[in-house]
């Protein structure tokens, strides 16, 4: 299986500041990585496919960069309704793995 | 809007079969390029995929829990469901339902339920 490590675990920054995560698989999965936004009680929302490109409807606030084993996940301007855990996730193989999460909170 | 469910009891016994179904509102379950799938995540832990399921009958199944799983579609009901036999404490979790969009070699959960605790315990 392709193990899938994110830090930080947990973060806390001021709205309007920059938050950046960073996702790494154990080994190359080229482009084939999503990012997730889960709040507790709801539905996990899509928000990253492919490494880069936004979901229909996702804020341009979020965005993501990266291939081979490093990526990025960044939020450019936070905002309250953006605390939650993100996970990342790949394709590259199954069975399908996710990274732990990142709890996003404000400071 | 895609909408999907999860269903079930939220108590098995160990040694017994849990059994959850996702009701999918929205869109037809045979509609589409499309997996459904299940993913579970224990408290504390991470989400961990389970399987998956096309309309076509084909399953993928996640090699360490392949023995036990069966995932199953019914159009007629435009739901979908788990069956996990033989489960212990370790398969106390919150299980997701979530629809696979697969487009071109890009592959992506883009709708899930909210998710059903499901607790092992005597």
């Known amino acids: 299986d392709i193990q899938m490590t994110q830090s930080p675990s947990s973060l806390s920054a001021s709205v309007g500041e920059r938050v950046t995560i960073t996702c790494q698989a154990s080994?190359?999965?080229?482009?084939?990585l999503n990012w997730y936004q889960h709040k507790p009680g709801k539905a996990p929302k899509l928000l990253i496919y492919?490494?880069?490109n936004f979901e229909t409807g996702v804020p341009s606030r979020f965005s993501g960069s990266g291939s081979g084993t490093d990526f990025t996940f960044t939020i450019s301007s936070l905002q309250p309704e953006d605390i939650a855990t993100y996970y990342c996730?790949?394709?590259?193989?199954?069975?399908?793995?996710f990274g732990p999460g990142t709890k996003v909170a404000i400071k | 809007q895609v909408q999907l469910q999860e269903s079930g009891p939220g108590l098995v016994k160990p040694s017994q079969t849990l059994s959850l179904t996702c009701t999918v509102s929205?869109?037809?379950?045979?509609?589409?390029?499309?997996?459904w799938s299940w993913i579970r995540q224990p408290a504390g832990k991470g989400l961990e995929w389970i399987g998956r399921?096309?309309?076509?009958?084909?399953?993928d199944y996640n090699p360490s829990l392949k023995s036990r799983v069966t995932i199953s579609v019914d159009t007629s009901t435009n739901q979908f469901s788990l069956r996990l036999a033989s489960v212990t404490a370790a398969d106390t979790a919150v299980y997701y339902c979530a629809r696979e969009r697969r487009v071109e070699w890009i592959e992506m959960f883009d709708y899930w339920g909210q998710g059903i605790l499901v607790t092992v315990s005597s």
């Open positions: 996730q790949q394709y590259d193989s199954l069975p399908f793995t």
């Open positions: 080994q190359d999965i080229s482009s084939f």
């Open positions: 929205g869109d037809s379950i045979s509609s589409g390029n499309f997996y």
């Open positions: 492919d490494a880069s």
């Open positions: 399921m096309y309309t076509s009958g084909s399953t």
